[in-house]
């Protein structure tokens, strides 16, 4: 039996300790270790990596905090168009979803399109009817209404502008002085099973204003998402378009399958140094069919967390020394 | 001043000598000529590798025999939704637009995204708003229109059976016999220019009868298409769905970096070996920063074509000694 490991992230960006109030700095960290404990769950039980993963983020697309499912940020039109994909490293199967609405939890209709479709991504209306098709829950708008994510949106409705989820200031909101700086939302986990199989999703409600049907990193295989059992499975959180053009997740396979680096160095490489060359801001987790985990951001900060068969356990939100 | 190249691609798959009349071999080899001679005006005339591909993919589209643009395929609803993507090797700026309806030359709104928007890929309804915003010339459905199209719909409307272009067979039908069988529609091209500079195009009308809105590997960078000077210029053609598992075309760019791979050894792998490992039938062209150039494909045939500035000129259906 190999070491299992669980991690997920929920956004990076500007968080900084200074602007996050004691009882929001709880809030996150409950809702991350919440989810590390229902993926680890999975893996304790014997079940497989895509499953824990998939169990991890519906977690996070369930908390009203984090940018996917019921949290998603208003677009233009007042309506959540989200995105989500799973891959699963054993087989290279992948599902993926882009500017989809209504649907509760974006990252199961991913799953369900990798397990039950002859295809890797579905978009807007037609993914929709693949969903109802599938029997998937369904929400209407006011399950996805939140008044800080409301506000969020009014304060640059009518406008051009788009904000990457906590990017608006909300000086009047409570909950909103940390989540009013600059962050990436999105959520995210990765696992390597008991046998040594090894998974990566990724969900989010994209950017507040969006429109155009925008699609980001996170539903593209390879960029926001890949998982491959020779190599590694990561899920990305960051500003999407940098994260596309550097085909990010599937760069750090690269640099492990065909330079030899270790996870952690080729993390390290993909966002300390070619992120940066484009203005990428954000980061990644990732882990090894070994079960090695590492989480890397070149931002303030970046909700995320780690849970193994060895016992280690952490949730973090700011850099640490 | 750099060796200059221009190559396009009109699909891939069972194309075979026995079974194409004489005239629509003429036919589809004028249209691969057309679009290298527009192609290698814009090279010889001192533009950018991106103004040529562009030139090139809009040729294509324009050309009723490619499945993309005006030609694209019927989806199940009788629709024409169109994916497109380029990108621009000097500085890896990129755009993409999947599952566009209207849109005379997708290529062009993928160029728009790319220059005029912050974004990297748009999509649906949205993708369309930005293309009037633009600009850019819409066609209503009669410009879509062909009877050979048509027909291939007819065969498999109303059932949940989606076909791969030219997989219908259309014994009825004097242009049909060769285009009858399996073939992945999709365009492209690829450019060195006079400074070393180089972009990739794809463009697709995707697969007969389509629905759930699919979105193949054409417009995802590092799938169907992806630039990067210090690498190479790849578009892609094939079956949508292990091109995007494979991160098929950025994987031939890491090839070249990580391991030292040339062009054409890095493609030769890709196509002939780790496509082939997950049933992704198809192929790509390729060029690198020197001009070289290379076209590849794991099927029987693959409508292609290569000129360059030391005289080079072929046209290519099948498979040559």
Redesign the interface.
């Known amino acids: 039996m190999s070491l299992f490991t669980i991690a997920v992230h929920g956004g990076a960006g500007t968080i900084r300790k200074e602007d996050m109030s004691p009882e929001m700095e709880i809030a996150y960290k409950q809702g991350l270790q919440h989810a590390l404990e229902v993926g680890y769950a999975v893996l304790s039980a014997k079940g497989s990596a895509v499953d824990a993963v998939q169990a991890a983020v519906v977690s996070l697309e369930d908390n009203i905090l984090f940018n996917a499912g019921r949290g998603s940020v208003f677009g233009k039109d007042g309506k959540h168009e989200m995105d989500a994909a799973i891959?699963d490293g054993s087989n290279?199967?992948?599902g993926a979803v882009?500017?989809v609405t209504s649907v509760r939890n974006p990252v199961k209709l991913a799953r369900a399109i990798m397990a039950e479709?002859?295809?890797?991504?579905?978009?807007?209306?037609?993914?929709l009817?693949?969903a109802k098709l599938k029997g998937l829950v369904l929400e209407d708008e006011s399950y996805f209404y939140s008044p800080f994510r409301f506000r969020q949106w009014q304060q640059i409705k009518g406008t051009d502008e788009?904000a990457l989820d906590h990017d608006v200031k909300l000086t009047d909101h409570a909950a909103g002085k940390a989540a009013a700086e600059k962050k990436f939302g999105t959520v995210g986990a990765v696992a390597t099973d008991m046998n040594g199989n090894i998974a990566a999703a990724t969900s989010t409600g994209g950017m507040t204003n969006k429109?155009?049907?925008?699609?980001?990193d996170s539903p593209?295989?390879?960029?926001g998402t890949?998982a491959n059992n020779q190599t590694c499975a990561i899920s990305c959180t960051g500003h999407?378009?940098p994260f596309?053009?550097?085909?990010t997740a599937?760069?750090v396979s690269?640099?492990m399958e065909?330079?030899g680096l270790t996870l952690e160095q080729a993390m390290q490489l993909v966002v300390h140094d070619k992120l940066l060359k484009?203005d990428g801001e954000g980061g990644m987790i990732g882990v090894d069919a070994q079960g090695n985990a590492s989480m890397v951001f070149n931002s303030e900060g970046m909700y995320r967390g780690v849970k193994n068969s060895k016992g280690l356990n952490n949730v973090l939100i700011y850099r640490e020394a």
Request: charged residues 15%; proline residues 2%.
């Open positions: 891959m290279l199967a992948a882009a500017a479709s002859p295809h890797v991504m579905l978009s807007g209306a037609g993914a009817e693949f788009t429109q155009w049907g925008r699609i980001g593209i295989i390879g960029a890949y999407g378009e596309i053009r550097a085909v599937y760069d690269c640099l065909y330079k484009i």
